[in-house]
């Protein structure tokens, strides 16, 4: 038995590495005689820098730039000196961020504007920047005001780049920018959700990030008037709204070009080739719920499987708001979390957790084998 273990990170615990690595640890104790190919991917959020690195033969670096929320500054990337890859989520992601001072409107992006600038400068060409699992709601201004954008108010007044100020930018020069003729970016986000309205950046994925319910109308609004007088064609954007509206503010302010994450990453990575000798395929992410099936990992991964290979994901959490499953191709989801707990605890055992589930799941084909 052959079985293809191709995980997305569990946000703020594990990487996708070492959560391939926990479920074949599992597996295999109970499974000793199966073959594993694991595949850690990413479908633009956290993990997809490690997925597509090796892939693409990029090494992995690292810089210090004034605007990261990271403990010292530095932030990671890959490139071979033509091409680079990031994530936006390396710079301003909610993990870098403590429960306590999580406000969207208040943090910016503008450390990827200056990381941009930095690698333009040293003489990329190519981006393809993940764009996911940030702690931001700014529709990218902050990234903008990094790569030399300026906004003002109606007294003419330079405003700060952040998500508050959306609804007073009445003014944006652009006498200051950076040169990015000749570069080409393409941004690989791992939702399909547009700007704005009921399924856009603020309604959808502020409430995560420290939004509370009665600010996302007026939230929304701003960033709808903003981009509705900046760039209007954006707001029709499938995938605009990833990342708080960062896809938005790249496609407007840099030019680039939005793909989907998770059809992106399998490609690079042969998936539809590596498929082809497994008998079985696990997926899995932190939180499984209703927006997974958008686009997210573990359903890009089965809408790519063979039909008649089965499909399991394993996840950290499966939301009441999933149907029944089999559904968007996988056959069955199973939560790893054993006990009640608080999500620290939680976050700290998930290694364990999986581990067990693997070990449980591999015991049923098992007992299966034998009725």
Same mark, same amino acid.
């Given at each position: ?41 990413? $479908?633009?959020?956290?993990?997809? =820098?490690?997925?597509?690195?090796? !892939? @693409?033969? %990029?090494? #992995? *670096? ?90 003002? $108010?109606?007294?003419?007044?330079? =405003?700060?780049?952040?998500?508050? !100020? @959306?609804? %007073?930018? #009445? *003014? ?200």
């Amino acid at each position: 038995m052959r079985i293809l273990i191709a995980p997305d990170s569990f946000k703020e615990s594990l990487s996708a590495k070492e959560v391939a690595l926990a479920l074949k640890s599992g597996f295999e104790n109970a499974l000793p005689d199966a073959d594993f190919d694991l595949m850690p991917i990413g $479908d633009g959020g956290e993990g997809t =820098l490690d997925a597509l690195a090796e !892939n @693409l033969n %990029l090494e #992995k *670096k690292s810089i210090k730039i004034p605007h990261a929320y990271t403990s010292d500054g530095s932030v990671s990337f890959a490139s071979n000196g033509q091409t680079a890859i990031f994530e936006m989520a390396a710079i301003c992601g909610l993990e870098h961020i403590p429960k306590e001072k999580r406000n969207p409107l208040a943090l910016t992006t503008q450390g990827v504007g200056e990381l941009i600038v930095h690698l333009v400068q040293s003489g990329i060409r190519e981006f393809i920047i993940g764009v996911g699992g940030s702690a931001t709601n700014d529709g990218g201004i902050g990234m903008a005001y990094g790569l030399g954008y300026r906004f003002y $108010d109606s007294e003419g007044q330079e =405003l700060e780049p952040i998500g508050a !100020n @959306l609804g %007073l930018i #009445k *003014k944006v020069s652009s006498k200051n920018k950076v040169d990015l003729s000749g570069v080409t970016i393409r941004l690989i986000t791992d939702v399909d959700n547009p700007l704005c309205g009921q399924h856009g950046a603020t309604y959808i994925f502020g409430g995560q990030k420290g939004l509370s319910p009665s600010q996302f109308k007026k939230v929304d609004q701003d960033m709808s008037q903003f981009y509705t007088d900046v760039a209007p064609e954006v707001l029709k954007l499938a995938g605009s709204g990833a990342g708080g509206g960062m896809a938005a503010g790249l496609v407007a302010f840099a030019g680039a070009e939005i793909k989907s994450g998770i059809s992106f990453v399998l490609d690079c990575v042969d998936f539809d080739q590596r498929v082809k000798s497994a008998d079985l395929v696990i997926v899995g992410e932190g939180r499984m719920d209703s927006q997974s099936l958008s686009g997210k990992a573990p359903v890009g991964v089965a809408r790519r499987t063979p039909s008649a290979i089965p499909v399991i994901a394993i996840c950290g959490s499966l939301k009441d708001d999933l149907p029944d499953f089999p559904v968007a191709g996988i056959s069955a989801a199973f939560p790893i979390i054993g006990q009640v707990a608080d999500l620290d605890q939680v976050l700290a055992a998930a290694k364990e957790n999986l581990y067990r589930t693997g070990l449980n799941i591999g015991n049923l084909i098992k007992l299966n084998k034998t009725l």
